[in-house]
């Protein structure tokens, strides 16, 4: 059983550009969440979806960010017009049901 | 302000030395999680104590839960050089739901 997958493990951007970020979860995982690490920071919380169904976006900025878990394919955590403060290490994980997590190995955004 | 406070932010020990990590928590919880990270990495989960429970064993790893206190403590005994990583608590709230909410990590060094 593969574990999560994150891909791209590293994205550069410029300013203004946009980001796509995906998660696989692990087979038989229908819960996602996304999770933002600034350097030398634990992890926040940012978003938790269930299949085509945003659970709880309470830790999503207002603007540029959106996330999806079509009922088909990844996970999809979107930036739109990076800015330089958006750098950081993205983590998705996935559950089956309940509270243990299992993580990805996370997406590095570096915006130039 | 922030539901996980780990203490203290660095640790360097000798291997072979016991090393002890704290976490400070701020409302009530669920369930309490120790993950770690290595650096670059992503996390990956140790061991979860539930709210009902004091202590909880695996392998070289020993977590006790004061919920009196707020507060729980990580103990690596016998420490390896591969143990050097980060090391991070997380808290899921009564009502369960799946929101970690991390603290900022203990930096653990073992020297060979």
Redesign the interface.
């Known amino acids: 059983n593969a574990g ?1 997958m994150q891909n791209p493990r590293h994205l550069v951007r410029r300013r203004g550009q946009e980001a796509r970020l995906r998660c696989s979860p692990m087979k038989g995982h229908s ?1 996602v ?1 996304w ?1 933002r690490q600034l350097p030398e ?5 940012m978003v ?1 979806l269930q299949k085509e169904n945003i659970i ?1 976006e ?2 999503m900025p207002k603007e540029r960010f959106s996330a999806e878990f079509p009922k088909e394919g990844p996970s999809i955590l979107r930036i739109q017009q990076v800015v330089r403060g958006d750098s950081a290490a993205y ?1 998705c ?1 996935s ?1 089956p049901i ?9 997406t ?1 955004l570096t915006v130039t | 302000s922030q539901q996980g406070e780990e203490d203290p932010q660095a640790l360097s020990i000798q291997e072979g030395e016991n090393a002890t990590m704290n976490c400070s928590y701020k409302t009530s919880i669920n369930n309490l999680q120790w993950y770690r990270q290595n650096s670059g990495r992503g996390l990956v989960h140790l061991i979860l104590i539930r709210s009902n429970e004091r202590e909880k064993h695996s392998g070289r790893l020993r977590v006790t839960l004061d919920t009196s206190k707020k507060s729980s403590s990580l103990l690596i005994t016998a420490s390896r050089a591969a143990d050097t990583a980060s090391y991070f608590c997380a808290t899921i709230p009564p009502m369960g739901g799946s929101r970690l909410t991390f603290g900022e990590g203990t930096q653990l060094t073992v020297n060979p």
């Open positions: 999560v819960h969440y999770y920071e634990g992890l926040k919380f938790y709880d309470s830790g983590f994980a559950s309940g509270n243990e997590q299992y993580f990805g190995p996370g590095r």
